[in-house]
């Protein structure tokens, strides 16, 4: 795997970052502040924020930003895999485009989706740093991170709704295999074309591709093969 994608994968894995912005306030000193974030399928960032917020103000004033996270659960800090996108953010207009996928990802959202003074920004990236763990320190180029668009794009409303229809038993099957979890709430929440991603009991768990998946024909026999090895693992 090259380290675009391993990149962009560990982004995928993740919903909160330090977001770091130039302050309209203090003369163009780093701002830092903690915001969730959804990576969509091209690899950018989107992210939904007030216009009351700090950071909403120093992005009117200079659009450059940059987004870091990692595992915020593992406690090895030095030698665990952290990402740092550094981009430019724009507003996206067209909110219910981008809205259904974000409130699956962040239903606690649905309050602030409604307000007026709530507004979704998209941070497209302009290079990476990826850090996969101790010497794996690479800087990775926007052109080679960022995915042109692809048939599932369009599709994923229908496979999502197809796999929360019919597959729940199928998806508990995943959860065990891959992450080691007993689940019994399960939802598919977005499929990508590195994988997928589930609620299981509350968590978001995710589920990466061996290849990239771009259409659903493709994401359903890679969904298939993934439930006949995980329905063959011992309980």
Known sequence: MNNAIEARKMLRAHRYGALSTLSKKFGGYPFGSITPYLTDHDGSLVILISGLAEHTKNILQDPHVS??????????IQTQGRITL????????????IGARYLRYFPESESYFQMHDFTFYRIRPVALRYIGGFGRIHWVDSAKYNVPAYPLIEQETD???????????????????IHQRDVLDVTMLGIDCDGFDVSADGDTLRFDFPEPTLDAQQARAALVALARVSKQQPA
């Open 67 to 76: 987004l870091i996270t990692h595992d915020q659960r593992d406690a090895q």
């Open 159 to 177: 496979v999502v709704e197809h796999m929360n229809a019919d597959h729940l038993d199928t998806m508990r099957h995943y959860c065990k295999f």
């Open 86 to 97: 550094l981009g430019d953010a724009e507003v996206i207009a067209d909110r219910s485009a």
